[in-house]
Structure formats: structure tokens, C-alpha cells
């Protein structure tokens, strides 16, 4: 026997906890958030700010309707009007011989109505055979025919001829050539100027803009998401394994992983989306495949690392099976890069879906989503150039959120910082 | 006894750390001297500020730490006011340090011999070259060190080699005052003697004065002439070697001592067992600081801070149980000087 | 605690741990000039023909300093390193002959605690976590009573108040607790030997009393036996009953620690116990140490590896291995001349 003579018979313990160590557990997990504030300085501020965005962000893309206020499909106002900028009126010139008549009485099928090509008289057309149609008695239908014409003396002289039973024009298209035609009259405003415009202006089919960017929210989420998740299921048990196993799977796989990595982004993503095809989902799969061998290669290294550690030795020693070592002691110790990596990677995984629609690649032409705006808009930088700005402002936003909060997310999350 | 000279006072010294946690007040005004030509151990568990203290009087706190107060008096002048050039002057010729890490505090690219004639043509630019290869040659002779060894790389050379190139290196200049800061805890125990050897034989050959910081006390039994002991941040006792060991004072070097292992068969059989941890210094503990460890704490312990008072010739101590305090109800300890 | 019936059974070996002609040497890689050259394999030989047993209840210390072989050798004994030659047997048991699987499940019987607390926890897991492992995994069916058992085990060790610490992390609590957590895991499964890597040697000074008396009362309570490695002579009296001191992957001298440390018969090993600083500055050593540096293990001097460092050496020594001898009852040695120490105190 040893001589170690206690003077108590318990063995001896050690001191109680102390204090503001006691007092550090009472604070609730929301307060303990609020104090990391003072911990973690700038890198707090940003991660609170991208994630106020982000979480705004994902609320737009599951609710879209709640924020649209039209329908992203639907042509809603003439083409290319500016952001703000109110819709013009339009006016219903007849044969001054048809008498005192509305536009009613030549919306039949039988009737003409002209318009100048590309004026935006033809959408004021439809709204208001829309309208005849939707307050009419059952049985009823109007459906006038639509005649364009190159200029406004062509189409006035058509409708003196009368060829056409009425023509409709804004005033500003009117200016002065009414007075020229003393057999023409002016029967008033077909449609009224509108009140107020479009907050970010029409496309040139006549969709809103601002409602097609809230509703591309959407699409760019969607994929986006489920992208990255797919990458990380794939990516991250990949990396694992091969770093942990080792040998000749090991060896292989990084080849392969390598290889991929190497391939420029948006060209591996074109090849893949274009031998499987359209659809959404093929979009998914080639964005997703693109950011495996990212996940792989950092678990890869990490679990190398983590792999040497004493701690996993000491599992080692207790006994441990293996698949328990990756599940409760590698993979733990892991995972805040993973979390980092998948926010960054959704921000890149939106830009590169914008890419790809952008090209043509994968969604079905009139989807409301960023790279599609942003193709159609190409041509119009000089004209309309809300047309391209917008959705090039949300696709930036976005991704810049996601790597904000992934970025910022790397120092707060690193296991070394303690509380001591 | 003979008077000492003094080498370097230190007056009222602090040091804090700002952390996320707060700030930590590592070395808390404190007050000692060191004399010519002797070996002191400064002595001390980890985290009560001793390494802190070491680094402090060469100035070479870096941030989040600081000086927050204090003099350190060398020579007559004080070294807080010293510019950045006579700083530079100052470490390496007056002052020099050796850290436990051998490995990390030579340059792996550069020779033994590179890096002696180094420190000699950075302090004594006008030395030319044969002549202090010459002078390192002599010293790493005295070291122990064979010549052959001058042109290897540290990585090819032992632990107890490197510790011995990093005194060669402060003796080269002629430094006054070398401080060790846990220089043999990573050596082997053979290894770890012959140095302290070594360092007592360069004390009595050339006259220079040694700080040997550790948390090593067998060692600081060994080797030095006097003991200081930190405690949180304070200096807690200081006194010579002998009667500190034979008659301790405050009750931490009391404890403490009793606590160590001695190899002796016979000797300390029973350790002693010290309740409690050393205190988190971002929260120390009120008045002073030992008290919720101490075994003869009283009322007054936790209220007032005592001040490091010399109850003895050549004996500080800083306990409420030798000085007077009208709050003080117990009796005054008293100590034959 | 569960399961204590194969402790006292009389079927029994009186060792628990059987080392014959241990060597474990680790390949020096080689470069690739070398390949071309077809230099020869050289070996670290870390551990060069070491044999001892432990009895059931001891606590044998393996003492060394670097390069002796210490920590290899208690890793090989129970099984975290495979031998490179010899056998080790743990109750009888031949190791190396085991499937992975039939070791995995005896590393119930015989746990680590290793020198770094805070690098052999697990950062991610909670302490009440990591010191259920062992429960969980050898002990499945009882999953209902683990949480006490654990919360037993660490009022035990004096992780008090059990429940508050139990959800706690490595890296909210002291040294000296981690220290405390890493003993009540590898005292959670029961097991009968328990391999302590320098356990206390990075804990503070005052703290590590407290943690050397908390393992002997453990090891009395819970009939455990301890191989006990350490650098440091001064503590291994406080708990070692028998201690052997190794030198370059040899033992060089073995037995009952205050015979060893009273007589000691190996020039080495009284080097050793002189150089060990005394807490008392009026015994202040006064033998010089032996010249030179621990030599490279990869080529060991020739007979005894000592030899270019001892004051006493004549033409024998670098010739003939000596072998270990018991000279006195229980105490062996492997030098030629150790005789004449028997009857001089070197100390």
C-alpha cells in the first residue's frame, strides 16, 4: 500500500463551481446571443445582417404572391414602360359618319380596329375587349379583328376608306393629324392614363418586372437549395469516408473529385445540363454536381486532420467501432465548415442557375427567373435598361447574402474560440 | 551577509490582457529587485503571471496584452521611457531571454555559427567577422558545445544543444541579466541538470545575474540563491533560498512546498493536498487573492489586499497574518529577523 | 459497478500482463535516392527486447527519459501498436493472435488516460457524453441506467456537482477537471487495467497531488492495476509499487520501487535518481552527470547501449549485451558490474 494518508475519507473533490461561471449558464440562449455581440464584433454585425436578409429573402420565395403584385406571366401593361412611369391613354378615332358610337358597337366579329405595329394600342385593345367581354350578358362575345399599320396616315386613310370600323392611338401618336382628317372623329379615351406605373417598369412582352423578379425569387431558391443540399449529401459522406478509409479508394476517388474540380464552373454545368436536357431538375443535378467535389475535398481534409487528433486515439482505445469514430467524433468536428461551404455554395449555385438560364439552358422560356430576364433584356440595354438591371440587382443580392453569411460564419463558428 | 547591488529594480508593475472576457489582470503591481550576480528563481503555478512577468521586463508584451503601469529600473534609468532603438540595445546586450522552445527561437536556416556572429554584428556592427567567430568559438567551448557542432543547423542538434546556443547567444554579448522562462521544462532530466549546471557556472565565471522563471520548485531549489513566489498575479514571498524552504511564510508557498514530490525515500511521504484551482483573473478573487484557498484565511483576507512588506532580513511577505491592520482582529504573527 | 466477478475468481493468472522479448521497431522512410541505391531499411528501434509481467492489483511504472521506449511499450501492451516481435499477453490472452473485432471489445478491460486532457476529449462532446462512451459501447443493453452510472462516476473522481458538469464542454472547465473526466472514461467500463501516460504531467503543480490521490484511491476501491509511464521519478514514488527504469528501448533495471530507489544497481539509473532537483536546498546534488547526449535509437551502441556515458565502463561493455540479473529479492539488473554497487549506497 502506498502511504497517502487523507484526512478525509472521501476522495477529494474540487471546488464547487464558481460563480460567474454559474451565472454565464443562467443568461438564456437569446441573451447569450446578444452578448456575442461584444465577443465577435464586426463579424457579428454581418452575420446578423445577412441573416435579417436571408430570412427576408427565403420569406419572398415561399410567398411570392404576397409581395407580386401581378401575375409575372400576364401581360399587365404596355411594353417597356419605364420604372414609374404610367401607362398612356389611348383613344378610339372613328368615321365622323358612324355617329356617336362607343367602342361596344364595333368590338363584334365582323368589326376592324387598327392600330400602329408595336403600339401599345394593342394592348389597350385587348383590356378593353377584355372588359366588354367580362361585363357582357351571357351569350355575348366580342371579338373585333386587329389590322396594324405601318404608320398613322396608312391607318387613317384605311379607316376614311372604311376598311377598318375604328382605330385606336395614343395622343401622343395622334399629335396633330386628326385635323388633316375632317371625315375622322375623336370618340374619346378608350383607356384612361393610368394612375400609377410600375414600380420597376415592363418588359417588352408587358410583364411587370418587379413581380417577375419576386416570383424568379423563387425558382432561384429552389434551385439553389436543393442543389447544394444534393452536393452536400453526396459531397460530404464521399469525403468522409475516403478520408478515413484511406488506400486505394482514397486515391481514386480524390482523382476523380480533382478532375471535376478542375473543370471550369459554368462550362462543366453547360455540358451536363445540355446531355440531360430541359426540366428543372436537370438543372439541379449539373449545378449539383458542380459543388461535390468542393464538399469532398474540404471533409476530405479535415477529416484527415481530425483523424490524428488524441481524441479519436482515445476512441480508439475505448473501444470504439469505426462507423461510430466517423459519426460521433470526425464528423462533429467537421461540420461547421460544411456549414460555411453550403452557404457560400448556395449563393454560387443561384449565380450559376442565373448563368445557365441566361444561356438558354434547362428552364422553359417564359419562367419568371433572373438569367432568363436577363437574356431577353440583353438587347435592350440602351432602351430599357430596368430590363437587365433589376434582376442582375436581385441575382447580386442574393448571392452576396449567402456568401456574407457563410464568410462571417467561418470565424464565429471555429471550435478554438472558448469561452475562457 | 554581504550588500547586493542592484541589478534591475522593479517597481509596482502591471501587466493586463484585454480578452473577450474581459480584462485580465495578469501581473498586479509588483514590486521586486534583482541583484548582481545572483541566480532567482521566480516561482509560480501556471497562470499567476510569471512568464508574463519575464517577458515584461524586456518589454516584449505583444497585444492584447500591455504595461499598464510601473517602472523597471536598469542601471539607473527606466526602461518604459526607452525609444524603440534603445530598446533594441537594451535586449541582447543588457537583458536576454532563453524560452522553453529551443526550436522555435532559432532559425532553422541559419548555423550555429550564423547565428552567434549574428547577434554580435546586430549589436556590435562594427565587429568584423573572424573576430566573432573567434569569441563564439571560446563561448560555445565554455558551453560545452564541440566545435564541430558550430556549423550544424538547430534542427540537427538536441534539445539540451539548442538551450545551450540560446545562453551562448545572450552570453556572447556580455547581457547582464539573462531570463529563462521555462528553458529546461521540456528537457529530459538528465539533460535538464547538466544545463543548470552549466547556467550556475556561467553565474560564477562571468558574473551575470539569471531569473529563472518555472514552475519547476525542486529546480528553483537547486540552482538559485533567492525565491520569489507569484500567486495570481501577485508576488506573494520573496526571500533567499534556504529559510524560504526551511520556513515558509505565506500559506500558498507553505502549501505549495508541502506538495511537491520529493524523490527522497523518507522525505514527504504525504503530500499535501491544496484545496481549490488557481483563480480565473478576469474575476479575481477581493482583497487578497490566495484567500478562498488559504487555510488560515480570515475576515480581513477577503477585504483588504496586504502590501509586500519586509518582515525580515531580506524577507517580503505579503499576508495579512504578519501585518498590523486596526480591522485586524487575530494577533500579528511576529518573525525573528 | 457491474460485472466484478471475473476479478475474483481463483482461475486466474497472478499476472496481468505478460511482455516477453518485446521489440517494436518503426521503419525510417525512405527517400527515394536511397530506393535507387538500395540503402538498407533502417529502423527506429524504440523497443529492443523488453520482457516484464504485472501482477494483478500493481502498479508497475515504466520510467525513462526520451527515446527510452515508455510510451511504446505501454501502448504494444495493450494493443494500440502492433508489435514488431515478442508476444504480450494480457489474462492469458495472446494479443497479436486476436481478430480486430475480439480486441476491440477487450479494450473494455483495459483503458488510457492519456498526458494531454484537452487534446483527448472529444471538443464536441458534452463530458457527460465522452464519459458514457464506454457504456455505450460495451454495456448497450443497460442504456437506461448509463446517465447514473456516469453521474456516479463523476462525483467519484470529484467532478461535483455531477449534474452540472455533465453537460458541460472541454473547453468550460480547468485542467485539473478535464484531467478528472479523463479518468472517470476510462473508469467507466470496469476495466482491470488502466494504462496512465504521464496523466498528470501537464496538470498545475498544486492540483496534481490531488490527482495522484485520487487514483490510488481509485485503483485501491476498484482493483485496478496501473502501468504507469512517467518522466518524472519524483512522482512515481507516490503510487508506483514497482517501477523499471528503461534506457534507448531496454531495461535497464527493475523492481520494487524503494529497493530501485534506495539501492539502485545501474550506473544509469543512479544518474537518473541524482539528477531528479530535491525541493530541499541544503541537499543540493553534488555528483556530476554522465558525459554525452541519449544516443540516436536508430544505431543503438554496441553491448550495453549505456556504455559511451558510463564513468564505469571497461572493454565488456561494448562488446557483450548484458543481460538483466536479480542480485537482490525482486530486483534485477542488466549491467556486468553491478556488483559492485551491492554493497556501496551510490546514492
Sequence with gaps: MKNMKNTEESIPTSEEAPQWLLDLDKVGFVRKLFLARKWYGGDWWFVAISGVLLIFIIIVGIFPQWFAPYDPRAEVGPSLLEPGEPPASFKLITRAEQGDIEFRDIANRGNNVGFIIGSDASQAFREAVDLLNETAPEGVRYQPRQQRYENLSEGFDSLAAGEIDGFIASPDELGDTLADYPELQDVGTLREEGERGFILGTNQIGQDVFSRIIWGTRIALIVGLSSAIVSLLIGVPLGLISGFTGGPFDRILTLIMDSLYSFPGLILAISIAAVLGAG???????????????????????????????????????????????????????????VIIFSVNVGDAILTEAGLSFLGFGLPPDTPDWGIDLARGQDYVRRAWWLITYPGLMVTLVTLSFSMLGESLSEILNPRLTEQ | MTEHKILMKICDLSVTYTTRLGQVSAVDK?????????????????????????????????????????????????????????????????V??????????????????????????????????????????????????????????PHQLSGGMRQRVMVGLGLVLNADLIVADEATTSLDVIVEAKLADQLRDIRDEFGVSLLVITHN???????????????????????????????????????????????????????????????NLTHPPSGCRFHPRCPNAMPICQKYEPELVEISSGRLVKCWLYLDHPEKEQDTIEVPA | MKDNGHKNSENQNEYLVEIKDLRKWFPVPTTFIGQIFNQEREYVRAVDGVSFNIRRGEVLGLAGESGSGKTTIGRVSIGLEEKTEGEVHFDGIDLSKLPSEDLRKLRRRMQVIFQDPLASLNPRMSLGDAIRQGLEIHYPET?????DIVIEIMEKVGLTPARFYYNKFPHQISGGQRQRVVIARALVTNPDLVLADEPIAMADVSVRALLLDLMVKIKDELNLTYLFITHDLATAKYICDRIAILYLGKIVEMGDLREVYGHPLHPYTNALLAAVPVPDPHERRKEPMPKGEIPNPIHPPSGCRFHPRCPYAKDICSEEEPILRELRPGHVVACHFAEMFLDKKLS
Design chain 2, 96 to 153: 536576454s531571454m532563453i524560452f522553453q522552445d529551443p526550436m522555435t527561437s532559432l532559425n532553422p536556416v541559419q548555423r550555429v555559427d550564423e547565428h552567434i556572429v549574428e547577434a554580435i554584428q546586430v549589436h556590435e556592427p562594427k565587429t568584423k567577422v573572424d573576430e566573432a567567430l573567434e569569441r563564439a568559438g571560446t563561448l560555445v567551448r565554455k558551453l560545452g558545445i564541440q566545435k564541430r557542432r558550430m556549423n550544424s543547423y
Design chain 1, 280 to 338: 428543372i431538375g436537370n438543372i439541379i443535378v449539373a449545378i449539383a454536381v458542380l459543388y461535390i467535389p468542393t464538399y469532398f475535398r474540404i471533409v476530405r481534409g479535415q477529416t484527415l486532420s481530425v483523424k490524428e487528433e488524441l481524441f479519436v486515439e482515445a476512441a480508439r482505445s475505448l473501444g470504439t467501432p469505426k462507423l461510430k469514430i466517423l459519426a460521433k467524433y470526425i464528423l462533429p468536428n467537421v461540420i461547421p465548415s460544411v
Design chain 2, 217 to 279: 520548485i525542486a529546480l528553483v531549489a537547486e540552482l538559485s540563491d533567492r525565491v520569489a513566489v507569484m500567486y495570481a498575479g501577485h508576488l506573494v514571498e520573496i526571500g533567499n533560498v534556504e529559510p524560504i524552504f526551511d520556513n515558509p511564510l505565506h500559506p500558498y508557498t507553505k502549501g505549495l512546498l508541502r506538495s511537491i514530490p520529493n524523490i527522497k525515500l523518507n522525505e514527504n511521504e504525504d503530500l499535501y493536498k491544496m484545496a481549490g484551482e488557481p483563480p
Design chain 3, 143 to 147: 442504456a437506461d441506467q448509463h446517465r
Design chain 2, 30 to 94: 509588483v514590486s521586486f529587485d534583482i541583484y548582481k550576480g545572483e541566480i532567482l528563481g521566480l516561482v509560480g503555478e501556471s497562470g499567476c503571471g510569471k512568464s508574463t512577468m519575464g517577458k515584461a521586463l524586456m518589454r516584449m508584451i505583444q497585444p492584447p496584452g500591455q504595461i499598464t503601469g510601473g517602472q523597471i529600473i536598469f542601471n539607473g534609468e527606466d526602461i518604459m521611457t526607452y525609444n524603440e532603438n534603445q530598446m533594441r540595445d537594451f535586449r541582447g546586450r543588457k
